[in-house]
Structure formats: C-alpha cells, structure tokens
C-alpha cells in the first residue's frame, strides 16, 4: 500500500536554510505536494510538483524530485521565525486521494 | 480565492451526544469534499471522500453509521458525529476540490471536537 514518510523534527537557525526530506513508496503519483500547519489550523498549500518534473522553484521554495529513488525534497531559504510549522508532504495516487506524511515539525530559533 | 470554511471551530459535548460539523466551499463549487482526523501530533487521516448528491465513500476502518456523511450542494458538506464518545475527540479537517481543478485540494480550518 502507500507509505509516506518524513523525519519527525528539524530545527535550524533564522537565516540558515531548511531542507525537509520525504520518501513515499507509490510510483504510480501524479502530483506531490507540500503543505503547512500551524498550530490549531488548517492546511495552506506551499507548492506541488507534477511528477514529471524534477525540480520546482517557488521564491523561497525549492522542490526537488527524484522520481527513481521516490525522495521528495523541500528546500526553504533563508529561513524566518514565521515558517515555525508544521510541513506535510502529501501524494496523489491514481485514486485522486491524497496521501500524507508523517509531519515534520520545523522549529527556527534565532 | 479558494476559501473553505468549516463550523464550528471547536465544539465540546457530552458523551452520546451528536454533532455536527459543516463544511462549506465560498468562492469554488466543489464536486467532491474530503474529511479527515487528525490526532495530536499525528498525521491526517482520510475518513471519507464525499461527492455531491451521491453517498460518501469511507476509507477502511471508519464506521459509516457513526459518521455520517451529507453533500448535499455544489458548496456544502456536513459531518455528523453521532452518539459521540470521548475517543472520538479529534481535529477534523475537510477539503475541497474545485471542480475545474482536480489535482488541487483547498483545506478548511478544522474543527476541533472534545466529548466530555
């Protein structure tokens, strides 16, 4: 069945950058995504990947996929004591259902 | 664009209680909703998938009588927890997917639900 899973904490200084990993284990997913949540709330789309790409830059944001080894990247720079989150990767398989990570919480401390 | 809103935010009820948490698309109509659980700490889980003016779709393990399921409109959808116990203290989340876009899903604020 689908697995995705993710580390469970980063934690990085404010200006350094953040890269949170994320491995799945379906091939057949369309699209990859990344979302946050911050405490008590909902999800807010960051950015997602056609899974045809490899690579997807959003200002701050940087994507990467390696299709072959199913590893999915989330690069933020410069990274500020707003992102403080929550960061869920998610997949979509061919049932259109979304499938998420295990959550990674990120902490910046200053 | 693309707000969903959920209601209420937070609800507190007595055991064997029922609750009900709306689910509503403002500026998008939504072909299908989405319902999840999510657990302190944990990841979302997928409870059901709701398509409008069909019966709801429920994932492996979640009772269909217990938490049912109305998509009544392009715009709405309703959970109601029903007979509600402690254990079914959780966040629930909804989503909607815009019917022009199948590959983007757009998050309500959650609901958070404590049975007493």
């Known amino acids: 069945g689908e697995d995705v899973e993710q580390s469970l904490f980063l934690s990085v200084r404010e200006g350094d950058s953040s890269v949170i990993n994320c491995t799945y284990t379906?091939?057949?997913?369309?699209?990859l995504y990344w979302y946050k949540q911050e405490p008590g709330a909902g999800l807010q789309l960051l950015t997602y990947?056609?899974?045809?790409?490899d690579m997807k830059q959003d200002q701050r944001l940087t994507v990467l996929l390696n299709k072959k080894d199913k590893h999915l990247s989330l690069r933020i720079a410069d990274t500020q004591t707003g992102d403080s989150a929550i960061y869920f990767c998610a997949e979509m398989a061919d049932t259109d259902k979304l499938i998420f990570g295990t959550g990674t919480r990120l902490q910046v401390f200053p | 664009g693309a707000v969903v809103s959920q209601h209420p935010s937070w609800v507190i009820c007595k055991s064997g209680t029922s609750v009900k948490i709306e689910c509503r698309s403002l500026d998008f109509q939504a072909t299908t909703m989405f319902w999840y659980r999510q657990f302190p700490k944990q990841s979302l889980m997928l409870m059901a998938t709701?398509?409008?003016?069909?019966?709801?779709?429920?994932e492996q393990g979640v009772e269909k009588d217990k938490f049912l399921i109305n998509h009544a409109s392009l715009t709405l959808s309703t959970l109601t927890v029903t007979s509600a116990h402690p254990e079914d203290s959780s966040f629930y989340i909804c989503?909607?997917?815009?019917?022009?876009?199948?590959?983007?899903?757009?998050f309500g604020p959650g609901t958070r639900l404590t049975v007493t």
């Open positions: 709701s398509n409008e003016g069909s019966k709801a779709t429920y």
């Open positions: 990947i056609f899974s045809n790409m």
């Open positions: 989503s909607a997917r815009d019917l022009r876009d199948k590959y983007e899903q757009y």
């Open positions: 379906d091939s057949s997913s369309t699209y």
